[in-house]
T-cell receptor, first 112, second 112 residues
Framework: NAGVTQTPKFQVLKTGQSMTLQCAQD?????MYWYRQDPGMGLRLIYY???????DKGEVPNGYNVSRLNKREFSLRLESAAPSQTSVYFC???????????FGPGTRLTVL | GESVGLHLPTLSVQEGDNSIINCAYS??????FIWYKQESGKGPQFIID?????DKRQGQRVTVLLNKTVKHLSLQIAATQPGDSAVYFC???????????FGKGNQVVVIP
């Protein structure tokens, strides 16, 4: 099992450009999550999907959209990238309630 | 790899000694807690979890202690090894859908 995979690993964007970060999991988990990690800020939840067909805002949703494409895949879209979105983005998945969230390797995004 | 946090509390430990990492959580209603390990350039890795109806839980070389009275969580690592050098995060489940709130992290440096 690959666990949680993310693409791309690295990306550099110019202000105003758009892009989609891809995430897939092969553990048959119901819930999936997108976080960003900034120095000194820890991990902050952007959006999550408790189950296929549902999505909800997390702590810092502004400037992002998500799509739960199917049970395996959960994408994060930046419609008009801003320098404040320079960060490391992590996708995670879990069973519905109990049990840890399992993280992907991250996407390192720089917005110039 | 990139830094996951500036000015993180740092614990320097001699190889073979025991490590204790502390975490204060915020919500007395939180009922599930997890410790994660993050190595440089990688995603967080699940170490051990504990539910609020327990005070202690042991894993392989790790023990988590929960003191609900003072809202304190600790992770003990026995016989610390160089591979234990990482940033350690505690996380609390503040509500449904397994939404986790992460602490800012503690850096552990193992001295050979």
């Amino acid at each position: 099992n690959a666990g949680v995979t993310q693409t791309p690993k690295f990306q550099v964007l110019k202000t105003g450009q758009s892009m989609t970060l891809q995430c897939a999991q092969d553990m048959n988990h119901n819930s999936m999550y997108w976080y960003r990690q900034d120095p000194g800020m820890g991990l902050r939840l952007i959006y999550y999907s408790a189950s296929e067909g549902t999505t909800d805002k997390g702590e810092v949703p502004n400037g992002y959209n998500v799509s739960r494409l199917n049970k395996r895949e959960f994408s994060l879209r930046l419609e008009s990238a801003a320098p404040s979105q320079t960060s490391v983005y992590f996708c995670a998945s879990s069973e519905v309630f109990w049990g840890g969230q399992f993280f992907g390797p991250g996407t390192r995004l720089t917005v110039l | 790899g990139e830094s996951v946090g500036l000015h993180l509390p740092t614990l320097s430990v001699q190889e073979g000694d025991n490590s204790i990492i502390n975490c204060a959580y915020s919500n007395s209603a939180s009922d599930y807690f997890i410790w994660y390990k993050q190595e440089s350039g990688k995603g967080p890795q699940f170490i051990i979890d504990i539910r609020s109806n327990m005070d202690k839980r042991q894993g392989q070389r790790v023990t988590v202690l929960l003191n609900k009275t003072v809202k304190h969580l600790s992770l003990q690592i026995a016989a610390t090894q160089p591979g234990d050098s990482a940033v350690y995060f505690c996380a609390e489940n503040k509500g449904g859908n397994n939404r986790l709130a992460f602490g800012k992290g503690n850096q552990v440096v193992v001295i050979p």
